[in-house]
């Protein structure tokens, strides 16, 4: 089987590698309908995060099961599913407390820019859709695997509220999806920070009110014009950088809530600076399990289109141009066709 091999720093090959078999009794295996490159795949591709040598990657997917092991009990060969990028048992204390991506049994799943994925954890980790999707659905339902739930987690994580003023910190396809996610919570005034015309362009269709192209203290400006001088009740933060979360944190009000969901890279904390302004601060890597049935839903019944963060459609063999498109920030995010 051919699928996404990483081999250095900028050097992803679609390549030969040893196709998915079920290897614990609770695996499934999947024939992906679509998959797609992560912002967080950039980590690994840049050489920021270690990635060993010769590792098949991918971790966003949704597709057909082919043939689940022998424990697997709910999960049946044929249905369409969509996971989280972290299998999960859904039935430990952390998953019971709805941190799935944080299961006792937890697994990253890994491979899943290939024709075929092998799913630990099946009866924990997949949810089916209610019949087949139709071509038009599957970008919708892919974006569900990760970005989408983790600008939803961003939006539940800073407690975003109807009525209520949100900052996003991050004009990447989660950023864009936590837009989307506030405006569904029934935020007011959603102010996206981006300075990129296009994902702007997108921010607004998703429902921001407001777009402030300033960073820094200018960015920090901005805000405070547009809330009165008083700060944002919710920000999320979609970055991971010292200087975006250092953003976040600023423009949230007194007593207001950061979530934030980009992994953070070198980001120190000043707990003085926080002691003293009460911001409630909860983040981490999204359960996205806890929310993909609602969120199937809201696909399923039209009300969302987190699928249109997809601005450059490939085919599957094509991936390493998928990479550097987006390496080079001339594409938000690539939908791979298997
Ligand atoms: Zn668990």
Known sequence: MRGAVFYGTRDVRFEDHEAPGIIKPTDAILRLSATCICGSDLWFYRGVSPMPWGTAVGHEYCGIVEEVGSAVTSIKAGQFVVGSFFASDNTCPSCRAGYQSSCRQAELVLGAQAPRVRVPLADGTLVPTPGAPSGEQLPDLLALSDVMGTGWFGAVAANVEPGGTVVVVGDG??????????????????VAMSGHEARSKLAREFGATEIVTERGERGVARINELTGGIGADSAIECVGTKESMAQAIEVTRVGGYL????????????????????????????PVRRFLPDLIDRVWSGKIHPGRVFDLKLPLERVAEGYRAMDERRAIKVFLQP
């Open 259 to 286: 979530g934030f969901v980009g992994v953070p890279h070198g980001v120190p904390l000043d707990l003085q600076a926080l002691f003293h302004t009460h911001i409630h601060i909860h983040g981490g890597p999204a």
């Open 173 to 190: 396809a989660v950023g864009l999806l936590a837009v989307l996610s506030a405006k569904e919570m029934g935020a007011e005034k959603i």
